[in-house]
Each structure stands twice: as structure tokens, then as C-alpha cells.
């Protein structure tokens, strides 16, 4: 509030100088109100949880930093947010937007985060990779099949998230170098690098590429090995008795409870067995731990 004494001129400078900020989140709306487009110097519009199924003569805010319409339900990419060059944090998460055209991105020179998570993406537009000022972008809870290579050219990008979408491959060079510090991909059907790979962490990921490309033939030489099978089917009893290279005897009264883990190594492998509890009320929790890379050995007492 401007509690000085100032010619008209003056505010109307003062007004344009000072941050505009909008809020009008949690209000149901189903359109954009009229009188919002007629301030031309708001610099923030916060417009999350209402009920928007578009936007449009967004052009009119020219001066847009920031732009939050999450958790609406937007069908489709506002091709008007292209005409916002001053745009630095746009949020369109929680929508129901299925695709971003080509060339809106490129006109947002200045976005530092992109919040795109919880919609319907199954793919990305190129022009993505023009966003050089990006720090943060969130496409988790997607239908992505494949992130470009070209997002590896994004050089300021710190925080990267795709989890939940349907990614087989990550693009090795974005692991290459860069400033890249913040990466997660859960819940994805990935093979290049493995699911456990990915687990490890960014860490992980960064070494797994950059043994592939030093041509060192990179295996992984762990192999996750699971015992299922009904209660005293004699799954501790092979396990243990792999692990120690001998017949192992387990008295009946020692079950398992959870999950064990024993190593064992032959010259080229080296055996991870997790012998997981028999009893009924331990299955709920076996799945979580079955992926698509391990070795399952299913142990049957033939005399029951
Ligand atoms: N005779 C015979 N007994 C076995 C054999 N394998 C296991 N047993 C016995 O069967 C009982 C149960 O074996 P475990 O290896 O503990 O069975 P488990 O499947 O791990 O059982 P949970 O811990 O309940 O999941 C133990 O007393 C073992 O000594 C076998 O090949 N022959």
C-alpha cells in the first residue's frame, strides 16, 4: 500500500513497479472472470483448485511471472501461455491435458519451473528443449513412452521427476554431466537402466551409463533370488543350504518371520537370496518385492 503523496503518473509508475499478485484459488470457477484480463500488469495468477476446462485470452497478461493453474480440469495446453515471455513458474498439474503443441514452449525463454505432473501426456513437444532457464520439471504421473534426448541440452535443470509413466529407456546423455541433482523415475517399465539401477538413485544411474559408455562390458552381476512357497516347504533349508555350500538342518520351530537375506557366490555371480516367510498373512507383501529382473524359485514338499 502506497501511503505517500503522489501525482497520478507517479502511482500509476509506483503500481507498475511493485509485484501484482491474484489469487484466486479454491473459488470454482468455471471461466476466467473478465476483470482479471483488464489488469494487464498482474505479474502472478493463482487460479489452483477451481473447475476450468480452459483459458484462453491469457495474451492479455503480458506481464505473467508466474502462472499457477493446478488441480483445474483442463483438456488442453493453453496456447495462449505462449504469449507470455516474462513466464518463470507455470503450474498446470492435476489437469487432464493430453498434449503440449509445438511451439508455445518455445516462445517461454525464461521458465524456471514447469509443473506438468498428474495429467495425460503421452508424449513431449521438441520445442521443450528450448526452455534453457529451466531449474524444475515435474512430468510424474503421466503416458510418456520416451523423454527426448534433446531435454539433456536443458543445462540448468537441477530437479527432474518422471515417476509413473511408461518409460522402458532413460536417454544416457542426460546423465552426462550437466547439473542434474534431484532425479526420480519410479513406477516405470524400465529395462535401460534397470528398475534396481534406478532404485539406487541418481548416483546409481550416472555410474550404470557411464560404465556402458566406457565400453567396459557392464554387468550387473547381482542376482536378486527369491524362495516362495508354502509354510516348512523347506525354503530356509535350500537357501541357507546354498549360502553355507552344505546341507543345512532348520529345527520345525524355526520360522521365518518376514524376510531373510543370505549371499552366496559361485565364480561369476554373486546370489542375493531373499527367503521370504511361508505363512499366509506374509503373501500381501511378496509382490512388492517380485520385479520383473529377479529370479523366483518356487519350493514345493512333495510328500504334502
Ligand atoms: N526330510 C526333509 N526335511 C526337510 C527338507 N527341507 C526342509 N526340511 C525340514 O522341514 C522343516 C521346514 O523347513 P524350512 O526350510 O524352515 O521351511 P520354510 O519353507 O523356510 O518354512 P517357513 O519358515 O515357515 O516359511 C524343517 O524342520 C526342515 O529341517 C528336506 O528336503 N527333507
Given at each position: ?171 544416457c546423455?542426460l546423465f552426462d554431466?550437466?547439473?542434474l ?24 544411474i550416472r555410474?550404470?551409463f ?95
Amino acid at each position: 500500500m502506497c501511503n505517500c503523496v503522489c501525482s497520478p503518473e507517479q502511482k500509476q509508475t509506483a503500481e507498475q513497479n511493485t509485484e501484482q499478485v491474484v489469487d484466486l484459488s479454491r473459488q470454482r470457477l468455471k471461466v476466467l472472470p473478465a476483470d482479471i484480463l483488464k489488469k494487464p500488469h498482474i505479474s502472478q495468477l493463482i487460479l489452483d483448485r477451481n473447475r476450468l476446462k480452459n483459458v484462453t485470452d491469457l495474451r492479455k497478461l503480458r506481464n505473467l511471472k508466474t502462472l499457477i493453474l493446478s488441480k483445474n480440469e483442463l483438456l488442453d495446453f493453453p496456447s495462449d501461455i505462449g504469449a507470455l515471455p516474462y513466464l518463470e513458474k507455470l503450474h498446470l498439474n492435476q489437469n487432464k491435458i493430453q498434449q503440449i503443441p509445438e511451439g508455445i514452449l518455445s516462445q517461454l525463454s525464461r521458465l524456471k519451473q514447469l509443473k506438468l505432473n498428474n495429467n495425460r501426456l503421452t508424449d513431449l513437444p521438441g520445442d521443450l528443449a528450448c526452455c534453457k532457464e529451466l531449474e524444475y520439471l515435474n512430468l510424474s504421473h503421466n503416458l510418456i513412452e520416451e523423454i527426448p534426448e534433446t531435454v539433456a541440452t536443458l543445462g540448468k535443470l537441477e530437479e527432474f521427476y518422471v515417476d509413473n509413466n511408461k518409460l522402458c529407456k532413460l536417454p544416457c546423455v542426460l546423465f552426462d554431466g550437466g547439473c542434474l541433482r534431484k532425479f526420480t523415475a519410479r513406477a516405470n517399465p524400465l529395462r535401460e537402466p534397470p528398475d534396481e539401477v534406478c532404485a539406487g538413485g541418481l548416483q546409481q544411474i550416472r555410474s550404470y551409463f557411464k560404465q556402458l559408455q566406457t565400453n567396459e562390458s557392464f554387468e550387473d552381476k547381482r542376482v536378486k533370488t527369491m524362495f516362495l512357497g508354502a509354510s516348512m516347504a523347506g525354503k530356509s533349508t535350500l537357501c541357507k543350504s546354498l549360502a553355507k555350500r552344505e546341507l543345512v538342518t532348520i529345527a520345525e520351530h524355526d520360522r521365518t518371520i518376514g524376510i531373510e537375506i543370505n549371499e552366496f557366490q559361485t565364480d561369476d555371480f554373486s546370489f542375493l537370496c531373499w527367503d521370504f516367510a511361508g505363512q499366509l498373512e506374509y503373501y500381501l507383501t511378496h509382490h512388492v518385492f517380485i520385479t520383473p529382473q529377479a529370479l523366483v524359485i518356487l519350493v514345493i514338499d512333495l510328500h504334502r
